[in-house]
């Protein structure tokens, strides 16, 4: 395939990616409007899972599929679909879905195509896009073509040192995980202009990406979480990864400016991270 007609390629997922999140941002904010109920817990009592969480997936996997039958798909709420075109789609129907839950204006319909990786891990991501149905913020990212929102380019934060960095984060549900977070968060806290728990990665890694924040850390997200968001928070400038100079895992994900990047990383490894 020549640059072309990967750039070709590339416009039309980013294209089919927008028209799928903002008819399950309007189907989710449907649902949300005629309430919802906790339809099952996961991982602890706090890890919940609405209705809407899985019938928007549903609705979701259902138009990638139509238009996309060979393409992989990963999401929150249902089994991995393999395919055999080399592509994944990463989703997340509702992120910051106790923020859904409690009727908070932060959660979002986050989805992203990965180009060869074991199941939407690891891989290239080609194009990636987060939508707040809540406020109809629609953010969206090309690889190699820019981050925007309302066709505004984005660029993060850059020259802030540590002392006057807001910080984004967010926390685990269980007990001994947040027993861990919390210890991290006591060394931080003195040495940063201050933090943010907004209770959605994708959301997070966007206002990262539109200078709403200057870094995000975070540490047992899944793919599914952060994959559209970390694209919108490079191709706006970010510097986003993980463990020992690595890519963003389940361990951790660092993302901020080059420099302060380096400068959180550091703070977190002397609060005990291994990052
Ligand atoms: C959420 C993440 C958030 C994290 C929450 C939760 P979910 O995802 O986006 O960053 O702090 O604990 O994991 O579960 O709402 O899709």
């Given at each position: ?28 904010l ?72 409690y ?24 194009a ?54 919390a ?21 997070d ?16 997200l ?21 463990p ?32």
């Amino acid at each position: 395939m020549t640059q072309h007609e990967a750039s070709v390629a590339s416009v039309a997922l980013l294209d089919l990616a927008r028209d799928i999140a903002v008819r399950a941002a309007e189907f989710a904010l449907d649902a949300r409007r005629a309430g919802v109920s906790v339809a099952a817990t996961k991982s602890t009592p706090t890890d919940i899972v609405t209705a809407a969480d899985r019938d928007t997936e549903t609705l979701i996997r259902s138009l990638i599929l139509e238009s996309r039958p060979d393409d992989g798909i990963v999401g929150e709420e249902d089994a991995a679909h393999i395919g055999t075109s080399g592509l994944d789609w990463v989703v997340d129907p509702i992120d910051g879905t106790v923020n859904f839950l409690y009727g908070i204006p932060a959660w979002a319909v986050s989805i992203a195509v990965v180009e060869g990786g074991a199941a939407g891990l690891g891989g290239t991501t080609l194009a990636g896009v987060v939508v707040n149905p809540v406020t109809g913020e629609l953010f969206e990212a090309r690889a190699g073509a820019g981050a925007r929102l309302a066709g505004r380019e984005l660029v993060v934060n850059t020259g802030v040192a540590l002392g006057s960095a807001l910080v984004g984060t967010g926390f685990g549900y269980a007990a001994e995980r947040r027993r861990e977070q919390a210890a991290v968060l006591l060394e931080l806290l003195p040495h940063i202009r201050d933090i943010r728990r907004g209770g959605s990665a994708s959301l997070d890694l966007c206002s990262l990406a539109s200078g709403r924040l200057d870094a995000y850390y975070e540490r047992g997200l899944n793919a599914w979480d952060h994959a559209a968001g970390a694209l919108i928070a490079r191709e706006a400038g970010a510097q986003v990864g993980g463990p020992h100079g690595g890519r963003e895992s389940s361990e951790l994900i660092v993302a901020a400016a080059p420099g302060l990047f380096e400068e959180l990383s550091d703070a977190l490894r002397a609060a005990g991270v291994d990052a």
